[in-house]
């Protein structure tokens, strides 16, 4: 293990390690969890092989040789998405670290089979049903898991992997909060920090506000300071707007320490009634009532994260990713980099301990797969480029000079990542069979409807015999899962 976390750490310094949430990720989701699982720092790493240095390639023969030695009789492995996360892109002649290692150590190929987003999971279970041979697909915005376990869209990948290897072992307790009837279908590489609020520093010093970086410090950075700071500020008359963005239901939400549902002992529970929940609810409730969230009906429906930048908006939540490409892209949005910060999403006052929204990096193994085998040994090779415990040098520099952070910035992502590692929380309503899905996730009758005016306890008692009608079909669709 030694040996491992120092080649891993001398790779990491080769490249970057992409993003702590997940790009477009607009749902973390699995179940509720108390116990800590380990966040790692980079999600995609990159890497340009025309143009490593001496030096680094021997890291990479190094950090090859800790994968197991095992020869593929089929080299090429089916990836089937509305997107190729592995290959060069038109940004520059870089592929996935994960994939050169792949390619290095056992040859081996990936087959992009692209869709849309719209179609993914149609055209999915029309290339199952076809036998073409599919072998994995992109898990981590849950979308499609535990609903597409019962359906016979995946299967288990307990047989092709060692949870007692070096590699897997770190990710274990990890995969184990999503197994279903005692095996595993998600394949989890990593746990990432979710969703972030961002906020410019010019307008809270004007307002005379006490910076949230420096109530983190002491422990002040809570729903009620984050509320009063809100009130304090809005003022549409004088264009001065609260809260923005399109991610923010779920992440305040998490922060409760519960999901709306959740995996527990490998059968889907409803915790509608909790009174952690409850509290997110009318705290949400309270926020849309006092007008502190934007009113998007009066910009067309759409987010305005340039009143940021503007001074015109105090909060807008999203993942940390948004601020992870081109200043040119940002900087107009927010502001100049030196006035741009962010930090974690408040706290509840009262909980009793700091939950926070996670991200996932994860993939499932599609049933009838081709290769299960050259599968499993790529997810090998993305948890050997994602082991990174030690050496950031590259990605931090790159962070600065090509994504114009602070030093401040890179200090807090390194933080919210320790932060979010304690107590990550997910929310696995958007992978559920489609009816509950469209149910709790309705701005006019489920999650979201707090932000739309509308009181926790009508609309949980509207909906709360539905959902458990679902819920009990779901479990009992789980009978038929080997």
Not at 56 to 77: A, G
Not at 148 to 153: A, L, Y
Not at 297 to 318: A, M, N, R, T, V
Request: hydrophobic residues 35%; aromatic residues 12%; glycine residues 8%.
């Amino acid at each position: 293990m030694k040996n491992f976390k120092r080649y891993a750490a001398g790779l990491a310094a080769v490249m970057m390690a992409s993003s702590f949430a997940a790009c477009g990720s607009s749902s973390g989701t699995a179940e509720d969890t108390t116990t800590s699982a380990t966040t790692t720092t980079g999600v995609t790493v990159e890497i340009n092989t025309e143009t490593l240095a001496s030096e680094e390639q021997v890291t990479m023969d190094d950090v090859s040789k800790l994968l197991p030695d095992v020869e593929l009789e089929n080299k090429n492995i089916k990836w089937f998405s509305f997107y190729d996360p592995f290959h060069a892109t038109t940004s520059g002649n870089t592929k996935a670290l994960s994939l050169e290692l792949f390619e290095k150590k056992y040859g081996g190929t990936i087959e992009y089979i692209p869709t849309t987003w719209s179609q993914r999971f149609t055209d999915l279970s029309t290339n199952i049903l076809g036998g073409t041979g599919i072998d994995f697909i992109a898990g981590g915005d849950l979308d499609s898991f535990p609903k597409g376990i019962p359906n016979g869209q995946f299967e288990s990948y307990d047989s092709y992997v060692d949870f007692d290897s070096d590699l897997w072992n770190p990710v274990k307790e990890l995969n184990d909060k999503f197994s279903l009837k005692g095996k595993h279908y998600l394949m989890a590489t990593q746990a990432t920090a979710g969703e972030v609020v961002i906020y410019n520093k010019k307008t809270i010093e004007s307002q005379g506000f006490e910076d949230p970086v420096e109530l983190l410090d002491k422990g002040e950075w809570t729903w009620s300071t984050f509320k009063n700071m809100l009130l304090e500020y809005v003022d549409p008359e004088a264009d001065q707007y609260g809260l923005d963005g399109w991610f923010n239901e779920k992440p305040l939400m998490l922060t409760c320490g519960v999901a709306p549902v959740e995996l527990r002992d490998g059968q889907l529970v409803s915790n509608l009634y909790d009174e952690r929940l409850e509290k997110s609810m009318n705290f949400m409730y309270e926020l849309s009532q006092n007008g502190l969230v934007l009113d998007k009906s009066l910009f067309d429906w759409s987010e305005h994260p340039e009143f940021i930048g503007e001074g015109k908006e105090l909060f807008y939540i999203c993942g940390a990713y948004t601020l992870e490409g081109s200043p040119d892209i940002w900087n107009p949005k927010f502001g100049n980099s030196e006035d741009v910060m962010f930090v974690p999403v408040p706290k509840m006052d009262d909980a009793d301990e700091y939950y926070l929204p996670a991200g996932l990096e994860a993939y499932m193994l599609c049933k009838g797969a081709q290769n299960p085998e050259g599968v499993a040994r790529f997810m090998e090779c993305i948890l050997a480029a994602n082991s990174d415990t030690g050496s950031l040098e590259i990605a931090d520099r790159k962070r600065k000079d090509d994504y114009g952070w602070t030093d401040d910035m890179i200090q807090m992502r390194y933080r919210i990542n320790e932060m979010t590692a304690e107590h990550p929380m997910y929310s696995i309503h958007t992978g559920c069979p489609t009816d509950m899905y469209n149910i709790l996730d309705s701005g006019e009758y489920g999650i979201r409807a707090a932000f739309y005016g509308h009181d926790w306890p009508s609309v949980r008692d509207s909906l709360a015999d539905a959902v458990n009608v679902l819920i009990d079909e779901f479990n009992e669709s789980l009978d038929s899962v080997e």
